[in-house]
């Protein structure tokens, strides 16, 4: 089981950044995926999520318009490309493969496997 989580670090409020998780063909194959990310003190919160084929997407509403999440099923690879950076975005971000191909619950349940996790900080 491997999911690695790759592209945190610091950025200026309004910047961009794009996320990576390298995942192995057991934690990848025929499974949605999607991105989680956790404040100290604060549960796990869904952010985005991919089904297996890329034909459906699923996004938290705080984020959506400046998130896009998509995924390279030929190098195992999903992306997560963050723009309009706000400090409210600062976290530890963690990449998901799910239970099926398409997420449950609009990806907020379902998941199987947790990377471990990349911090991204948004300076004001």
């Known amino acids: 089981v491997q999911l690695q989580a790759s592209g945190g670090g610091l950025v200026q409020a309004g910047g961009s950044l794009r996320l990576s998780c390298a995942a192995s063909?057991?934690?990848?194959?025929?499974?949605?995926m999607g991105w989680f990310r956790q404040v100290p003190g604060k549960d796990r919160e869904f952010v985005a999520a991919i089904s297996w084929r890329g034909e459906s997407v699923y996004y938290a509403d705080d984020v959506k318009g400046r998130v896009t999440i998509s995924r390279d099923n030929a190098q195992g690879t999903v992306y997560l490309q963050m723009n309009s950076l706000t400090p409210e975005d600062t976290a530890v971000y963690y990449c998901?493969?799910?239970?099926?191909?398409?997420?449950?619950?609009?990806?907020?349940?379902?998941?199987?496997?947790w990377g471990k996790g990349t911090l991204v900080t948004v300076s004001a």
């Open positions: 063909r057991r934690t990848s194959t025929n499974n949605a």
């Open positions: 998901a493969s799910y239970l099926r191909s398409f997420p449950d619950n609009s990806g907020r349940s379902g998941v199987r496997y």
